[in-house]
């Protein structure tokens, strides 16, 4: 409009046109310049288009002319997690006309490679419904330095998986490295882990460990080590890798010059020269064979305990009456996936009267929990005096290092078991010089009273009060009380089911509140790890398995097969993915971590709607 408008001006001068055209003229101008500059509009745009798994790209969604009353949610694509950054605003003036830019800033992270497209987005503005253009964008796979780039001593810094074997059984734990190499004179300024992909595996939280300097070639690295637990989860050969860390180097300057004062004490000098570079580091994909467990000779009571332990038992007190309780505690120590240990059935307890078992707290032997012992403790109550031993207790595992399955066994306690029964109180007998010594008995009869004494009014009998004939009622409720309760532990005790459904609501409603209290202190580690857990219970409860047991696989090996809706298993899969990565990509906001609390609530109410 503006260029129009000097271009009438110009041939105004030039042929002098009629005043009233040029009027008219002006006014059309004027006229429609409010408008144009009024008329909103809503585009979506990506810093890049192409990037590495590791990476990250801004997604800007701006809005030109007017705004919507709140920031657009992108709506959840697979594979692609989506962060809100922030809103950054512009204003301009032009010729008297103000115009406004907003803009949304979203961070976009892929958790693997491949193609993806951003849908189209929709916002009302203004009444008026504006849309964006799809977007694409390309993630490639990151690729591992060469063996020969490596020991050239040419990598500035490089990743490295080391395992201690490539064939595991179902249920084995390993504890494999995650080995960071940062070339002798290399600053390492910021490092993040950023995929670290692992279907069919259960993995540890990442435990740093000591520094150490090796040579490869005619280089120096220094090497960083990260230790933590794999274990799988399903059979069959499965892939780990490749592991990204997105890496902030500082390199030397072109003329050599090296501050040693700041690198005895392994910082970069504060007036160092050096070129900052951002860097995506990744290791090769590392194959992994899971063997299932032997399906012969299994013994009758392997409860699915994978390593090489030893078992010790102590009884007492072993000299009891029939109906005396006695304590039987089983420690289990070794090596091996000592938390996910259970009691041992015992069907030769048949003359007992067995209570719950219970376990103490894990005492570790080393920081992952991979070797130390675990103690159970449980009561049983002989029920006849013909018990004469407490039969022996075993335990059954499948050692890998022998790949067979052993039974250990500890032989039957001796015990002592007399008839139950009152014993009469003995009779003492007092000497007879004491009797002797005894006061005279009293007077039988006494002289009949001459006088009735005061009078007084003698009230109503106390079956005529209501809170007498109320007060005959205690007894009764009392014991109607008693015997409810007996019925409700009787079933309780019958009926493990319903006893674990109690424990796992109790639970629940106890760890809803510590969610609670960790997303308003911005705690992450800990809510990850209570929503983690909360998760198993409630699954293993629906499933009938062991709580520690549950991983992401339980979605096919076990709801899809019971016909849980596609709405149930997606919603689980999202708990356990973002669970998942919240141990590498951590949430740092305490809205993020409130948000999955619905989320969390919606996939109980319809996990309990599933037949069990």
């Known amino acids: 409009m503006l260029e129009l408008w000097r271009q009438t001006l110009r041939a105004g001068r030039r042929k002098l046109p009629d005043f009233r055209l040029a009027a008219a003229l002006a006014a059309l101008c004027l006229g429609l310049a409010p408008a144009l500059a009024g008329a909103a509009t809503f585009t979506a745009s990506l810093d890049r288009d192409t990037i590495t798994l590791g990476e990250s790209v801004t997604l800007a969604l701006t809005f030109q002319g007017g705004a919507p009353p709140e920031a657009p949610s992108p709506p959840d694509i697979a594979n692609l997690r989506l962060a809100y950054v922030g809103p950054s605003s512009q204003f301009t003036v032009v010729n008297g006309v103000v115009s406004s830019t907003v803009t949304h800033n979203f961070t976009v992270t892929p958790l693997q490679a491949g193609d993806f497209t951003i849908p189209s987005l929709a916002a009302q503005v203004d009444g008026a419904r504006l849309s964006t253009q799809p977007l694409k964008l390309k993630v490639l796979k990151p690729g591992a330095p060469s063996p020969e780039a490596i020991n050239s001593g040419a990598q500035a810094a490089f990743l490295k ?110 007036f160092s020269s050096g070129e900052q570079k951002q860097v995506v580091l990744a290791t090769e994909t590392t194959n992994l064979l899971s063997l299932p467990l032997p399906s012969q000779d299994v013994p009758p009571n392997f409860s699915g305990a994978v390593g090489n332990f030893t078992m010790t038992v102590t009884a007492g007190p072993t000299n009891v009456m029939a109906g005396d309780p006695i304590t039987v505690r089983v420690q289990i120590a070794g090596r091996g996936a000592l938390d996910a240990l259970v009691w041992p059935d015992q069907p030769a307890w048949r003359d007992f009267k067995t209570y719950p078992p219970t376990a103490k707290p894990l005492e570790p032997a080393d920081r992952f929990g991979l070797q130390g012992a675990k103690t159970f403790e449980q009561i049983v109550v002989p029920q006849n005096p013909e018990v004469k031993e407490l039969p022996p207790i075993s335990f059954s595992f499948f050692d890998p290092d022998r790949k067979t399955y052993r039974t250990l066994t500890q032989p039957a306690v001796p015990l002592l078991v007399r008839p139950g ?101 911005n705690q992450s580690d800990e809510f990850f790890a209570t929503l983690f857990r909360l998760l198993q219970e409630q699954l293993g409860e629906r499933l009938d398995l062991p709580a520690s047991a549950i991983t992401e696989a339980v979605i096919e090996e076990h709801l899809r097969p019971r ?50």
């Open 421 to 521: 029964g009152s014993v009469p109180a003995p009779t003492i007998v007092a000497a007879g010089r004491a009797a002797q010594d005894l006061p005279p008995p009293a007077q039988d009869i006494v002289h009949i009273k001459p006088r009735l004494g005061a009078l007084a009014q003698v009230g109503p009998p106390l079956l005529a009060h209501p809170w007498f004939l109320a007060l005959q009622a205690v007894p009764v409720l009392a014991w109607a009380s008693t015997l409810a309760w007996r019925k409700r532990a009787q079933r309780l005790a019958n009926n493990p089911r319903l006893r674990r459904r109690r424990q796992v609501a109790q639970t629940i409603r106890d760890g809803l509140r510590e969610l609670r209290s960790q997303a308003a202190g």
């Open 161 to 270: 998986l080391v395992l201690p074997q490539h064939e595991v059984y179902l249920g084995q734990t390993l504890v494999a490295e995650l080995q960071l190499y940062v070339r002798d004179g290399v600053g390492l300024s910021r490092s993040q882990l950023t995929a670290f992909p692992a279907e069919g595996f259960n993995l540890g939280q990442l435990q740093a460990g000591t520094p150490r300097g090796v040579r490869i070639g005619p280089a120096v690295y220094r090497v960083s080590p990260y230790e933590f637990t794999l274990k799988p989860v399903k059979t069959g050969s499965l892939s780990l890798g490749p592991v990204t860390v997105n890496a902030l180097l500082e390199l030397p300057s072109r003329d050599g010059r090296r501050d040693p004062f700041f690198e005895q004490f392994g910082l970069r000098s504060l």
């Open 563 to 612: 016909g849980a809706p596609e709405s149930v298993l997606a919603q689980v899969q999202e708990l356990f993915q973002t669970c998942n990565l919240a141990r590498y990509a951590p949430v740092r906001t305490s809205q993020e971590l409130t948000a999955l609390i619905p989320k969390f609530e919606a996939a109980r109410r319809e996990l309990q709607t599933l037949d069990t």
